[in-house]
């Protein structure tokens, strides 16, 4: 206090007015004012006590209510959500627990359970959720979740249609405001980090067709997920319930909306995806293995432009009829895609490859087995106009890029088909068995050749190459090379157009096809080996009547083989245009020309002689066959041998007046004969000798004249024919030509030749030589018709 200085006493007294003193009361309250200058330090340092102490306490009561509110948080809002889940969110929400930590910026959820809009079924649930949050990256408009990990969850998705189970709650959030033309770009960024799914299951059915997908241990890890400038890596890895993962990875960047995309898939059932191909195909069931690696770049600006290469495989594929029944199977399929590009229209595919292919193909009356493969339209006739339109005029505004397709290879290995007909009487099964297929550099509008080799039946080996472009049928060539079918394999076609079994043989076919400008000229040679041709069918309606189980006899060579050269030509695109109907014209003009006059056709097939089956001449009164015509019946005989199943006919032919002239002769010069030897018993020599005697001897014709009246004039023929009945004449001439007939039977029969394939007929109207009689020889197919 020593210090203390006296505080002036205007200093004191200012402000105060003079006329006014103030009382003692006022001057020992007013005291403290002369020592203020001392105390002040004193009074700073106590209010600044005080000050510090007030701030505690609010500092205090902050902390306290912060730590209030912390504690409280979680309770009160695990309450709140699941007392008011219906109002947020359209759904009834449960929670085993929920802790939100402020000082760490999570939110942990333990057991949730989402249900249905019936509030009886599961829709969504969890076992946990965990996220972190940088919470003061907030105040640079920056959201950081540097973890969000979700354990277990069982996600149930249905879809009817355009609705899913969750659409109410879509319909639920949408706002009646009209959206605004253009909004504002956010400038907050999103950083989501360690995100991370493990042991979940994704339930998706489809209740329109009843298709059912269900993905089990579900396990997701993306690095980083960042919505501003910085690339995002995504990626995805599942397990499907039967089996089979998908591992995907996509990185994206949402600055330029860029996107590369790698999907693998291993040993997924496309089973799964029976209920949409059921929109198409008439199965119940496709069983297999998927096995992909693609990998898709792009950007969703440009959704349908896409780039894209990788491989694909399909193991165990079988496509199962309503009925249990396979209709198609792939043991294997490969391909191998080297580019894609949809914005060029560029498809590159470096390897197609199938293995173990087998399907039956079935021909009915009304319909094929293809045709059953593929269900019904629904469609509308109408809506199907309207698409047809649509698609025409998308199509045609799409025109100027054509399609660039190019396969560098593509293999069809082991495969088997079953050719199966119903529209016959009898049933055909062909089976088609180790069919290989194989072309390169395969393409829309560039000359191809493919080659093809199978198995026809059980020996069948058939080859061939087709030569041309996909663009330009009109002009082709092909080629097919078939050895060793059997043919009774086809034996229900030959019974079905002719009425004849085939029992046994072989067929080799060659057929050289170009197709120049829609003509074609087509080379066909037919080899067949041991054919058997059972009895014609009767009572069959048939399409064509070709006697060929005759035909075939005919054409058949001492070896056993049938040759036969059929050409083909004509417009193709002429609506009369009909190979079949060509090839079995050309056969039927062919085996009723064979069967109408055979003689050649067998000389050809046994190689003889071409004057085999000629005429013989023998004189008109018989005496024996000759030595010549004797060689040549011996030879007829072994052709006879060679073709077990013709029949020799022969027939003679003479001149009735000729005949009857030489016969009177004949009479006459025998008698004269006689009469000068005394009547004698006449022997071969002896008829050698009447036929020596001359028509201008004189005994001769001393010997006419004293027996003919005096009234006949004429020759020596003349004269002679009158000294006989001409009735006798005639009975004479039939008798010796019964004679020769049966001299010809036992000269075949003492050869070997049976008495039933010898045929004789009546007398034939053959202009014949002066003085000849004639034997016309003629085969026949020894065949019931």
Request: one cysteine or more; proline letters at 4%; glycine letters at 4%.
């Amino acid at each position: 206090m020593e210090n203390q200085q006296p505080i002036p006493e205007k200093e004191t007294t200012e402000g105060i007015t003079p006329e006014k003193h103030p009382t003692q009361e006022q001057k020992t309250t007013e005291e403290p004012a002369a020592t203020d200058s001392s105390q002040s330090p004193k009074k700073k340092k106590k209010r600044g006590r005080k000050f510090l102490k007030i701030s505690l306490i609010v500092i205090k009561s902050l902390v306290g209510l912060f730590l209030l509110v912390a504690a409280l948080i979680s309770p009160v809002a695990h309450w709140y959500i699941e007392k008011h889940s219906k109002e947020l969110c359209h759904r009834v929400v449960t929670m085993d627990d929920l802790t939100i930590n402020l000082f760490k910026g999570s939110v942990e959820i333990k057991g949730l359970v989402g249900l249905e809009e019936n509030e009886k079924d599961t829709a969504i649930s969890f076992d946990r959720l965990y996220a972190n949050m940088t919470l003061w990256r907030l105040l640079k408009k920056q959201v950081q979740l540097t973890e969000i990990t979700l354990e277990n969850p069982n996600i149930v998705i249905v879809q009817n249609g355009n609705r899913f189970n969750f659409s109410d709650i879509s319909d639920f959030y949408k706002s009646d405001k009209p959206k605004e033309e253009k909004e504002e770009k956010s400038s907050w960024i999103v950083d989501l980090q360690n995100i991370n799914l493990s042991g979940g299951r994704l339930l998706y059915r489809d209740a329109q067709v009843n298709s059912r997908f269900n993905l089990k241990q579900l396990a997701v890890s993306i690095p980083q997920i960042y919505f501003n400038t910085e690339k995002t890596d995504i990626g995805l890895q599942l397990k499907f319930e039967n089996g089979g993962s998908l591992d995907l990875r996509l990185l994206y960047v949402m600055e330029n909306n860029e996107y590369d995309l790698n999907a693998k898939i291993n040993r997924f059932e496309v089973d799964a995806v029976t209920p949409y191909l059921k929109q198409f195909l008439n199965i119940s069931k496709l069983k297999g293995l998927l096995n992909a690696d693609v990998q898709i770049c792009g950007n969703l600006d440009h959704i349908l432009e896409v780039k894209a290469h990788g491989n694909t495989e399909l193991s165990g594929i079988s496509a199962i009829a309503p009925d249990g029944k396979t209709l198609a199977s792939v043991k294997n399929f490969q391909m191998d895609v080297s580019e894609v590009d949809t914005k060029q229209k560029l498809f590159h595919i470096s390897r197609v490859h199938a293995e173990g292919c087998s399907f039956d193909y079935e021909i009915y009356n009304d319909h094929t087995s293809i045709d059953d493969f593929f269900a019904e339209e629904k469609t509308a006739q109408d809506t199907t106009a309207t698409a047809s339109e649509n698609l025409t005029a998308d199509t045609t505004a799409r025109t100027e890029k054509p399609i660039q397709l190019k396969i560098d290879d593509i293999t069809i290995a082991n495969t088997n088909l079953n050719y199966i007909d119903h529209t016959m009487r009898e049933l055909v099964n062909i089976p088609i068995s180790q069919i290989n297929i194989h072309t390169q550099n395969f393409t829309l509008d560039h000359p191809l050749d493919i080659q093809l080799q199978a198995m026809v039946g059980e020996t069948g080996q058939l080859r061939g190459n087709w030569s041309g472009s996909l663009n330009n049928f009109s002009n082709m060539k092909l080629n097919v090379f078939l050895s060793n079918f059997k043919l009774p394999t086809a034996s229900p076609y030959c019974v079905e157009y002719l009425a004849y079994p085939i029992t046994d043989g072989l067929l080799s076919f060659v057929s050289t096809n170009t197709l120049d400008n829609n003509y074609i000229k087509s080379q066909n040679k037919i080899d067949i080996y041991n054919c058997k041709v059972d009895k014609k069918i009767k009572g069959i309606p048939t399409e064509y009547n070709i006697p060929l189980r005759a035909g075939v006899y005919v054409l058949t060579d001492r070896k056993g083989k049938i040759e036969l050269d059929l050409p083909v030509s004509g417009d193709v695109s002429s609506p009369n245009f009909s190979y079949k109907k060509i090839i079995f014209k050309t056969l039927c003009n062919l085996f009723v020309k064979v069967v109408a006059a055979p003689v050649d056709f067998i000389i050809k097939s046994i190689n003889g002689d071409p004057d085999l089956f000629d005429d013989i001449q023998y004189a008109i009164y018989p005496q024996g066959l000759g030595t010549e015509s004797a060689d040549r019946l011996n030879k007829i005989a072994d052709a006879m041998k060679e073709k077990e199943e013709i029949i020799l006919q022969m027939q003679q032919s003479l001149n009735w007046e000729e005949n009857l002239r030489e016969y009177a002769l004949f009479n006459a010069k025998k008698e004269f004969y006689q009469q000068k030897h005394g009547g004698k018993q006449l022997t071969m020599e002896d008829y050698d000798n009447i036929r020596e005697i001359k028509n201008t001897q004189n005994g001769f014709v001393s010997y006419v004249n004293g027996r003919i009246s005096k009234e006949v004039t004429g020759d020596i023929y003349d004269k002679c024919i009158s000294l006989y009945d001409r009735t006798e004449l005639e009975q004479q001439i039939k008798a010796n030509v019964e004679r020769r007939n049966n001299m010809l039977i036992q000269h075949f029969t003492s050869l070997g030749i049976s008495r039933n394939r010898l045929e004789t007929l009546p007398l034939g109207e053959k202009k014949t030589p002066p003085g000849k009689t004639i034997v016309s020889f003629n085969v026949k197919i020894n065949e019931e018709e």
